[in-house]
């Protein structure tokens, strides 16, 4: 089987890239001159979805845009697949199927980046609080890519034998919306991929470097919430009270033994605190105090163990302070996301000729989660790679200073316009290499 995804002109295209470099991407060959003529749009698209971003599960305008794009380019598009979810098939004759996957969602984060095309969107938390939106996690650029990807190879079918599937996810960040679609048959109604690319973007990456890791990428991640109990009463007689935010600070500083004093320290482990909050006046003792906890590991024992663990200190504290017994509520599981080595070692060897080899890094496992792993569940192999966003000459200045912002920051910001050309780009040439295992 090995070629037939590809025919000769891709192959041809895929030769110049030999020994492309950042400053050499706009060398002419036929896909850099597709990508001059298609750069307005491109970046016209980024900055709509920039400035429009939807929360997980609300990606209903984006989600539209993105098949009204999709349609445009002669794609068999399929909406609402896993509620907001859209699928498109390029269909180019006999072959395998690969897919890939871009994620729609943002993020609950006022974006403070001073750019003239920023977020100014507002939207309602589920507790009821106003909050700002932003793409602070690159899903725009994801999304973008992805469609300049399938513009390319709708327009260049005859570079394509085969079939790609392309695959607009809601919800990654509330790691929901890979195992909706999946149950609405992302699998079964569309062609079934023998391979699934998507790419992540990177802040401490140059554009023009590609971030690769074979094998386990990122983490198990299980959300936490836990709600201690107590008695209310004035904050002037605490000892007619039972009191829920001591029982919460507590519980806080005893988590924090799990790791270090229960895991074996070779192992990977994160238990993070990220929300304690309880009562509403100075001088009141309330009667609940509500926890939010993220769990993450990378293997199942592992895992089990926090998850007991943290179930047995909540109990433990709540018993010490004679309070009714917790509530312990899990939700948002993610599996390790890993990336298969055979064919991790297949993009590196391309992306080295594409970009050049100083530019194809060996990026390091994270105790972040992404629910692109979940095909891997399926028996799909996958790979997700590291696409560089910041220009070189801003990434060595903002970290000389100390100042380089991280994903999820209300001040990070893709250099877009060549962001958008490396992935393009990367996601032909992986397309090319997976095609031709």
């Known amino acids: 089987m090995r070629g037939a995804f590809i025919a000769g002109a891709l192959l041809a295209a895929l030769g110049s890239f030999a020994n492309a470099q950042q400053a050499g991407m706009q060398k002419s060959d036929e896909l850099s001159r597709w990508l001059d003529t298609e750069a307005t749009r491109l970046t016209a698209l980024y900055q709509h979805l920039h400035q429009h971003p939807e929360l997980s599960f609300h990606e209903r305008d984006t989600a539209a845009r993105m098949a009204k794009e999709l349609r445009e380019?002669?794609?068999?598009?399929?909406?609402?697949?896993?509620?907001?979810?859209?699928?498109?098939?390029?269909?180019?004759?006999?072959?395998?199927?690969?897919?890939?996957?871009?994620?729609?969602?943002?993020?609950?984060?006022?974006?403070?980046?001073?750019?003239?095309?920023?977020?100014?969107?507002?939207?309602?938390?589920?507790?009821?609080?106003?909050?700002?939106?932003?793409?602070?996690?690159?899903?725009?650029?994801h999304m973008t890519c992805l469609l300049g990807a399938a513009a390319w190879f709708a327009r260049h079918r005859e570079t394509l034998r085969g079939t790609l599937v392309f695959q607009l996810q809601p919800a990654e960040e509330r790691s929901g919306g890979m195992n909706r679609m999946i149950a609405d048959g992302l699998l079964t109604r569309f062609p079934r991929p023998q391979w699934a690319l998507s790419l992540h973007t990177a802040h401490?990456?140059?554009?023009?470097?590609?971030?690769?890791?074979?094998?386990?990428?990122?983490?198990?991640?299980?959300?936490?919430?836990?709600?201690?109990?107590?008695?209310?009463?004035?904050?002037?007689?605490?000892?007619?009270?039972?009191d829920p935010i001591v029982q919460g600070a507590h519980l806080v500083m005893d988590l924090q033994t799990i790791v270090s004093r229960e895991i074996d320290p070779t192992q990977a482990a994160v238990i993070t605190v990220g929300s304690i909050q309880g009562g509403n006046k100075h001088n009141i003792v309330p009667d609940q105090c509500h926890l939010q906890l993220t769990v993450r590991s990378y293997t199942d024992v592992v895992r089990k163990r926090m998850l007991e663990a943290i179930e047995r200190k909540a109990k433990a504290v709540a018993a010490s302070a004679g309070a009714p017994m917790p509530k312990i509520e899990w939700s948002e599981f993610t599996p390790v996301l890993r990336n298969d080595v055979a064919l991790a070692k297949d993009l590196h060897t391309a992306f080295a000729e594409a970009f050049g080899a100083d530019n194809v890094k060996d990026y390091p496992p994270s105790m972040t989660a992404e629910d692109f792993g979940r095909l891997e569940g399926e028996q799909i192999p996958l790979v997700q790679f590291r696409l560089g966003t910041v220009a070189a000459d801003r990434l060595r200045e903002l970290e000389a200073r100390g100042e380089l912002p991280p994903l999820h920051s209300a001040k990070y910001w893709p250099d877009a316009v060549p962001a958008l050309r490396a992935g393009v780009r990367a996601f032909v040439v992986a397309v090319a290499a997976a095609g031709a295992r």
């Open 73 to 141: 380019l002669g794609l068999e598009v399929t909406e609402g697949v896993g509620g907001t979810g859209v699928v498109a098939v390029l269909r180019c004759g006999d072959g395998p199927v690969g897919l890939l996957r871009a994620d729609m969602d943002a993020l609950p984060i006022a974006e403070e980046t001073g750019l003239p095309y920023a977020s100014v969107v507002r939207a309602e938390s589920a507790d009821g609080r106003a909050i700002g939106v932003m793409h602070a996690c690159g899903h725009d650029l």
């Open 204 to 242: 401490n990456l140059a554009v023009g470097q590609i971030g690769i890791c074979a094998g386990p990428a990122m983490a198990n991640v299980d959300s936490c919430d836990i709600t201690m109990f107590g008695k209310g009463g004035h904050g002037a007689a605490p000892h007619l009270t039972i």
